[in-house]
């Protein structure tokens, strides 16, 4: 009875070791969302004068549990959407025409220089099937800066189909 009371007790405490929240890295330090916000400025500012008909301050992205689950939903005047994929499916099916997101990719290191590439698309969904027509999008370059001992933004550059 009391070895049965010692592992519920012993039990309990683990369980609410590991449902306590853990401690989240500063914001300053995850890589993708110093990509998100580089290319979400980035391709504001480079297409504010084109009557494109798209909200530049009201993006969505494509949610990836990986990548994009601790992000924020409001990068400076932005306002972000993350949808995942059913999600995104409801959207269409409300809107009934393709619409713009953005999906961020995992990172690249390609000769010591880190890209995180941050992908236009026009989501639709037709026959059962996702559409994903891409458009354009934006890379951002990091490299390691030893006197500030982390990552910094190099270049950020914008791309067309």
């Known amino acids: 009875m009391l070895t049965r009371f010692v592992l519920s007790v012993a039990f309990i405490f683990l369980l609410a070791d590991y449902a306590s929240p853990q401690a989240a890295a500063p914001p300053d330090s995850n890589l993708y969302l110093k990509a998100l916000s580089a290319c979400v400025e980035k391709e504001a500012e480079a297409y504010k004068k084109l009557d494109s008909g798209r909200d530049y301050l009201n993006r969505i992205v ?9 992000l924020p939903t409001r990068i400076g005047e932005h306002r972000i959407e993350y949808l995942k994929r059913d999600e995104l499916i ?24 880190l890209r995180i ?10 026959k059962r099937a996702l559409n994903y027509s891409l458009e354009g999008g934006c890379n ?7 006197e500030l001992k982390k990552h910094v933004i190099d270049k950020v550059d914008l791309g067309g189909v």
Request: hydrophobic fraction near 35%; include cysteine; charge should be negative.
């Open 62 to 70: 494509e949610y990836d549990i990986f990548l994009t689950q601790e």
């Open 90 to 113: 409801s959207r269409y099916k409300r809107l009934r025409k393709p619409f713009p997101i953005l999906s961020v990719r995992p990172m690249v290191s390609e000769e010591g220089v």
């Open 117 to 126: 590439s941050v992908l236009d698309y026009w989501f639709s969904y037709e």
């Open 140 to 146: 951002v370059f990091f490299r390691y800066d030893c």
